[in-house]
């Protein structure tokens, strides 16, 4: 029998990753170049992105660094402009980045919803509103995978923002399913658990140790656990899978009791 190989094999493909200095990010890009991938990172530190350009070189990948504020329309164009002209198409897209904004919501300004908004629902509209019409030009179909977060389904206090946001792109992946399906276009979003990231960094230890224990799993996750969930959506062994928000959580958000 033929052993099928294919499920993450991203040889001659070229994905973009933003919010790729750190993180989820920094795990994903360093597993689609593993996976044979050429790799576009973006984000607002150049310092932390070239630090994860060298470690592909290093391992002879191949990878270059575009600045980007995902806010920015002209700067989202210049990015997968940039990805086409490097290296001539653009197959898989990983939307990551991400801000949060933590606290009740009497104590929130209109300051705070707009960053929040404008990062993780605008930010990742203008991108996927981009590679679309990059992927389009080729004609070779893609993968888009999108950053969600189980804050879309659960709920948290203090994190009605965030939630806010998330849950939007839960419902945007669905919509843009059916409009480019039939082009070859999947898109799909992840949906991490606390993942131990820069983002979490500040949280107690107390309350680190607390979702461990409700997690089946027993454990926080780790970056690479939710990058390797976006690496199978963007290969052919997620070939069938499109619309989805798939849980990257150990389990967490499972109901009943523990």
């Known amino acids: 029998m033929q052993t099928r190989t294919v499920a993450f094999n991203l040889s001659g493909k070229v994905a973009l990753v933003t919010g790729a200095g750190s993180g989820i990010g920094r795990a994903a890009a360093l597993a689609f170049a593993a996976h044979g991938a050429a790799v576009v990172l973006a984000g607002r530190r150049r310092a932390a992105l070239e630090a994860v350009r060298d470690e592909i070189l290093a391992a002879d990948g191949r990878a270059i660094v575009v600045p980007t504020d995902v806010q920015?329309?002209?700067e989202v164009a210049a990015l997968v402009k940039a990805a086409v002209d490097g290296f001539g198409r653009l197959d898989v897209a990983f939307n990551n980045a991400g801000v949060s904004s933590y606290g009740p919501v009497?104590?929130?300004t209109a300051a705070d919803f707009d960053n929040v908004i404008a990062t993780n629902l605008?930010?990742?509209w203008l991108l996927v509103k981009h590679e679309i019409q990059a992927m389009r030009a080729l004609g070779q179909g893609g993968a888009i995978v999108n950053t969600s977060s189980i804050a879309?389904?659960?709920g948290t206090a203090g994190l009605s923002l965030y939630a806010a946001s998330k849950g939007a792109l839960d419902a945007m992946v669905r919509a843009l399913a059916v409009e480019v399906?039939?082009?070859?276009?999947r898109i799909n979003n992840v949906s991490p658990g606390l993942t131990a990231t820069p983002m979490t960094e500040s949280m107690p230890q107390a309350m680190l140790d607390a979702v461990a224990a409700h997690t089946p799993l027993k454990r926080i996750g780790a970056p690479e656990d939710v990058a390797d969930v976006a690496v199978w959506l963007a290969g052919e062994?997620?070939?069938f899978v499109t619309g989805q928000s798939i849980l990257a959580d150990g389990g967490f958000n499972i109901p009943g009791q523990r």
Do not use: F
Not at 181 to 185: A, D, K
């Open 72 to 74: 920015q329309e002209g």
């Open 106 to 108: 009497t104590s929130l």
């Open 122 to 124: 605008k930010g990742v």
């Open 152 to 154: 879309a389904t659960g």
């Open 181 to 185: 399906g039939g082009e070859g276009i």
């Open 237 to 239: 062994g997620a070939r």
